[in-house]
């Protein structure tokens, strides 16, 4: 017997993305897809489409070790480091670098909007690879240590802070972007991302990006004591 085209389409993106779409989003995106689709195709616009979503909806919940613990908070104040064997599937909804000041965050974001990157001392144009949102690559890593706001499918935040450079991680990849955590350590409440636990996917949700972008950059400039009236 032929395995159903949901079953098997779900088996390929864990096994490639270690994202376990709900029932709802398959069915919906197997709905318009044509039945005679190449099955390499259908995966690769499935992977795309799984990858610029909001997890909150397009996210099985069924698995625990796919979510954060739901005590992950509770424990926070309590001795003691965790691990969490995962993978666990996270969204990011902010970025901060660390070792930046404001208003070298505020030129990193305008770069990221004009869809420009570093390699060194030399602007580049950056063009994005198919599956990336439109995140900003530019050379590595970038930058020095980042913070990011992170969320599972069930709706639990938690921060997350690069104990190595990760790559992938920096101001202007994109809003939305998937994060895959393995073994993962965690002290108090805040994941402790190295490059052997944490690989970034890629991906955007152009409505959480855009506000993002201009919340951020509205809360920077305030901080550094420019308002919006002072563009050029």
Known sequence: ?????????STSLEAS???????TWLASFLS?????????????????????????SSLSR???????????HATAARAGDRRLTGPVALQVLGVEDLGKSRWAQVQDIEAAE?????????????VPAAGDGGAVEGGGAGGGTHKLLLRDAAGLRVYGVELQAVKGVRVGMGIGSKIVC???????????????????????????????LAGRKA??????????????
């Open 182 to 212: 393995r073994n993962v350590l965690v002290s108090r409440a805040v994941l402790l991302l190295e490059p052997r636990t944490t690989t970034v996917l890629g991906g955007r949700v152009e409505g959480l990006h855009v506000a993002w």
């Open 32 to 56: 318009t897809q044509k039945p005679t689709t190449p099955p390499a195709s259908l995966l690769a616009t499935a992977r795309l489409r799984l990858l610029n979503s909001d997890i909150a």
């Open 17 to 23: 993305l270690s994202l376990t779409p709900s029932p």
């Open 62 to 72: 069924g698995r625990p070790a796919t979510l954060l613990p739901s005590d992950i």
């Open 1 to 9: 017997m032929a395995t159903p085209p949901q079953t098997s389409l």
């Open 114 to 126: 004009r869809g420009e990157g570093t390699r060194g001392r030399e602007v580049v144009r950056v």
């Open 219 to 232: 809360e920077l400039r305030a901080a550094v004591g420019q308002s919006p009236d002072d563009e050029a």
